[in-house]
């Protein structure tokens, strides 16, 4: 684990092992609350939260934590701080808490959480483990804006509306509009929307991959081929 | 008498796939001229404007695909998909929905699942739906028919309604425009209205509404002459048609005012286009024979289902998308037994 690279690690938590578009982790809340792109950035920065210290405290806990056991430890660890979270919310970002509803509490059974705790944070130290919760909790951010973004602009023909949830009075005028003309698709809203613009997204991140890598690592991967037999 | 006996291959000539669907194309045409006739010209610029976007969508996607363009858009698949577009929706439709729906049927419905044949849905009414779920105001503005519209637009005044939204002086939306007989027959019947009560309006004919009881007349013609060209069988228009009359007429029989007759189910919405053109689509359809039988059956009872306890005003492209996302279950347990293996012993 000492050979841990950062840069590796943020790569893939926000391109190439990205939860929601490649793990397809976490659909529930991706598919239910995306309808505008503030809701999205808002459950996306809780979950982004939860999974920092849900991953750290894994990390922390791993030698204590017998493996028969893991599982339920994990998920006390992942329902305290989504308590913790919820009740912040309350607190501070009530409108927001209001419009977003289950989905916070509901942040407890996202897959890509416990998924991370299993699967990296029980294995790693503490610091690699808060660097692969933040990276994997923004690139689940990124993809929820981003069809948050999308269903938006389709359906309601804005960006960013209803800013002043988040970031308090001062986004009020933050809202872009496509104009009082635009007839929004309702169906972008409507949960179908959210099917559609997933798989379109996951498609055009598919296309990206495939243009990507035709100049970089062809040459890269002669190298190690020849490197390999070499030692062979 | 003497048998002429062939042995099998029995199919009389190649059943190539331009020749059905120009087939299917041509029994179509006197349901499409028989409602260019009752509604307008709206109807024929949407035909040309669906068919247009269609080749254009199919000749992108195969360009992404980086396949031949002209073997498929020359399969007249996607002309087809356009034309039952176009017949399904309100002869004044903007344009730019007409583009949304086509664009969507052709790209995302028909080309991103692999082309003809691969298609789990119908595309026609994917887009059908996609359009009324999201602008159901423009999805349900329909023109009266010819005998009662007092203005009926010429074909340049509907060109400019579809292209650019101006109507011509003195009219608006409202006065232009009316919901179709199945729309304000089920609106109606919610408010407590009786059907009797209903049907006193010049807006009925003898089964459903006034001219579209005719265009559906003209629908059976061109699918009893698929059924004739061995097109389609007749599995899925008979048993879809049935279940949807009888059940109507028990429900009518049991509550008169309160459910209509069943010959109206038949001749108004679109459940005789739905019979004949669109449930027997080969591709989304059943193949079994008796799964082809449950499959129009239970089309038929979901059409009196949404129709009567839906919120929509037509249910025939509902069913048929639901009944499609069926097909290969009901395909699967009506597998026939090949001979000589298995069997009921």
New interface residues.
């Given amino acids: 684990m000492s050979t841990t690279s950062y840069g590796k690690l943020i790569k893939e938590g926000l391109w190439s092992n990205n939860q929601a578009l490649v793990a397809l982790l976490g659909l529930c809340p991706l598919l239910a609350v995306t309808n505008t792109a503030i809701n999205g950035l808002g459950l996306g920065i809780a979950t982004t939260a939860v999974l920092v210290m849900s991953n750290a405290t894994v990390s922390l806990i791993r030698n204590l934590v017998r493996p028969e056991v893991r599982l339920p430890v994990f998920v006390i660890v992942i329902a305290s701080f989504v308590t913790a979270v919820e009740l912040s919310m309350n607190a501070w970002f009530f409108d927001l808490y209001k419009v977003l509803g289950i989905f916070i509490p509901l942040i407890v059974t996202n897959c890509a959480i416990i998924g991370r705790a299993e699967a990296f944070a029980s294995k790693s130290h503490l610091f690699p483990a808060i660097v692969d919760g933040l990276a994997m909790g923004l690139g689940f951010t990124c993809a929820l804006v981003a069809l948050g973004s999308m269903r938006e602009l389709l359906g309601l023909g804005t960006l960013f509306s209803q800013a002043d949830l988040m970031f308090g009075p001062i986004a009020s005028d933050w809202t872009i509009s496509l104009g009082d003309n635009f007839?929004?698709?309702?169906?972008?809203i409507?949960p179908?929307g959210a099917f559609?613009g997933l798989g379109l997204m996951i498609?055009l991140k598919n296309i990206i991959d495939s243009r990507l890598p035709k100049k970089k690592p062809a040459p890269a991967t002669t190298s190690e081929g020849d490197l390999e037999a070499g030692t062979a | 008498m003497q048998f002429t006996t062939i042995s099998s291959p029995h199919s009389d000539r190649p059943n190539s796939v331009s020749r059905t669907m120009l087939l299917v194309i041509l029994a179509l045409l006197p349901g499409a001229a028989a409602m260019i006739w009752y509604f307008g010209w709206g109807i024929l610029i949407n035909m040309l404007l669906a068919s247009a976007t269609a080749i254009v969508c199919e000749a992108i996607s195969m360009r992404l695909r980086k396949r031949p363009i002209l073997p498929v858009v020359g399969d007249f698949s996607a002309i087809l998909t356009a034309l039952l577009f176009a017949v399904a929706v309100p002869p004044l439709l903007p344009w730019w929905l007409t583009v949304i729906g086509i664009a969507f049927a052709i790209l995302l419905v028909k080309q991103m699942y692999g082309g003809l044949g691969y298609n789990p849905f119908n595309p026609a009414m994917a887009a059908y739906v996609l359009l009324l779920v999201s602008y159901p105001v423009e999805m349900t503005s329909w023109l009266p028919p010819a005998m009662l519209n007092e203005t009926p637009l010429t074909l340049l005044q509907s060109a400019m309604v579809i292209f650019t939204g101006t109507l011509p002086g003195g009219l608006s939306w409202d006065a232009l425009t009316m919901a179709t007989p199945l729309d304000s027959m089920f609106t109606q019947l919610d408010q407590s209205k009786m059907v009797s009560e209903i049907m006193m309006n010049p807006l009925w004919g003898d089964f459903g509404g006034r001219g579209w009881e005719w265009v559906g007349n003209w629908y059976l013609l061109g699918g009893l002459f698929l059924i004739y060209k061995r097109v389609i069988s007749w599995h899925i228009p008979v048993s879809m048609l049935a279940s949807l009359l009888v059940l109507a007429m028990l429900f009518h029989f049991l509550d008169q005012e309160a459910y209509p007759f069943g010959m109206f189910h038949i001749f108004t919405g679109g459940t005789i286009l739905g019979a004949f053109f669109i449930a027997t689509d080969p591709v989304s359809a059943c193949t079994t024979k008796k799964g082809q039988l449950v499959y129009g059956a239970s089309i038929g009872l979901m059409v009196f289902v949404i129709r009567t306890w839906g919120g929509y005003p037509d249910a025939v492209a509902f069913a048929v998308l639901l009944l499609n996302m069926a097909a290969p279950t009901i395909d699967y347990y009506t597998q026939p037994r090949t001979f000589g293996h298995g069997g009921t012993s």
């Fill in positions: 007839k929004g698709m309702l169906l972008a409507l179908p559609l498609a």
